[in-house]
């Protein structure tokens, strides 16, 4: 049972466009999010997070928006760039303080010049 | 600052052999997690050591080992390996506590089993 979810296992755009990335979960005991990003031949590199109080986090072309509701999550980023391509993962921990972290599949996005 | 170190980068094993993986962590922290990667599961978690204990385990099966040492290095060892145990191998480390949960990750070890 897959507690997070990346619905498009890849996304296109064009160089200066957005770039929306979309992760749902179903474990209402997740506290914590994160997105990281992955080139290849490299480990994942953490890119941005958001705590379940907040809604909203923005750190320079990155924003995650939180829907807890929904239990749905998104990451924007703008103006998109051809380094940007990369695969994104999107994960979740719960128990406050967890290091144990629930990964999507990821969603590849390329950024097209 | 150096990162996450791992070692071996690739390596190649045959059914029923066993592998161990290494992991220097940044210094000062503490914690150490491993994490499979998969192209059909994606990333998932293993187990995670904090002061040579093992605090939290995945849902894998026994083969799968892992040891913390007083300098926070770390060793995962797969024993009895099978075609499946093919995958990127991941550690990644962290400063305890606080509820950062940002994990830092090495580039990974990547095992073939033949």
């Known amino acids: 049972d897959q507690q997070v979810k990346q619905n498009s296992p890849s996304l296109s755009v064009q160089e200066g466009r957005i770039s929306i990335l979309n992760c749902d979960y179903t474990?209402?005991?997740?506290?914590?999010f994160l997105w990281y990003k992955k080139y290849p031949a490299e480990g994942p590199t953490f890119l941005i997070s958001?705590?379940?109080?907040?809604d909203k986090n923005e750190d320079g072309r990155f924003t995650v928006f939180l829907n807890k509701s929904a239990k749905h999550l998104s990451l924007h980023i703008v103006p998109s760039q051809p380094g940007d391509s990369a695969v994104y993962f999107c994960?979740?921990?719960?128990?406050?303080?967890?290091?144990?972290?629930?990964f999507g599949k990821g969603t590849k996005l390329t950024v097209n010049p | 600052k150096a990162g996450v170190t791992q070692t071996p980068r690739y390596l190649i094993k045959t059914r029923g052999q066993q592998v161990t993986l290494s992991c220097s962590p940044i210094s000062g922290h503490r914690s150490v997690s491993w994490y499979q990667q998969t192209p059909g599961q994606g990333l998932q978690f293993l187990f995670e050591?904090?002061?040579?204990?093992?605090?939290n385990k995945g849902n894998f099966p026994g083969r799968f080992s892992g040891r913390q040492f007083s300098n926070s290095r770390s060793e995962m060892n797969v024993s009895t390996l099978e075609l499946g145990d093919s995958a990127l191998y991941l550690c990644?480390?962290?400063?305890?506590?606080?509820?950062?949960?940002?994990?830092?990750f090495g580039a990974g070890s990547r095992l073939t089993v033949l």
């Open positions: 990644a480390s962290s400063v305890q506590g606080a509820g950062a949960n940002v994990l830092t």
């Open positions: 050591y904090f002061s040579e204990t093992q605090r």
């Open positions: 994960a979740a921990s719960g128990q406050g303080g967890s290091e144990k972290l629930v």
């Open positions: 474990n209402s005991m997740f506290d914590y």
């Open positions: 958001i705590s379940s109080i907040k």
